[in-house]
Nanobody
Framework: QVQLVESGGGSVQAGGSLRLSCAAS????????MAWFRQAPGKEREGVAV???????KYADSVIGRFTISKDNAANTLDLQMNNLKPEDTGVYYC?????????????????WGQGTQVTVSS
């Protein structure tokens, strides 16, 4: 059983930066496909970025060039560096882990989820 705990959320003005971190326990992140999702009020949860075990990262079109996903296998953590934040980036950000993930941004492909961390971007 993998436990995921996110941290690093907060409130920033548009154009600012935040770095989210996800601490994993109960299993090595190096053996899972790891991803960040977000959910805005009244909207469905959507994929933001994913990092595969043996392939490069993938990003949602809306965050390309602004967000960077990375993982530290030694520390067993997953990070999301978010730059040039926009008000539409506001939401609860979730860390997720899965094996055999077929579609990067399909929530059903992930077995483990964190509790989420709030990101609020004001204009």
């Amino acid at each position: 059983q993998v436990q995921l705990v996110e941290s690093g959320g907060g409130s920033v003005q548009a154009g600012g930066s935040l770095r989210l971190s996800c601490a994993a326990s109960g299993g090595p992140v190096g053996t899972y496909t790891m991803a960040w999702f977000r959910q805005a009020p009244g909207k469905e949860r959507e994929g933001v970025a994913v990092i595969y075990i043996y392939a490069g990262p993938k990003y949602a079109d809306s965050v390309i060039g602004r967000f960077t996903i990375s993982k530290d296998n030694a520390a067993n953590t997953l990070d999301l560096q978010m730059n040039n934040l926009k008000p539409e980036d506001t939401g609860v950000y979730y860390c997720a882990a899965g094996r055999g993930v077929m579609y990067a941004f399909q929530t059903s492909g992930y077995n483990y989820w964190g509790q989420g961390t709030q990101v609020t971007v004001s204009s």
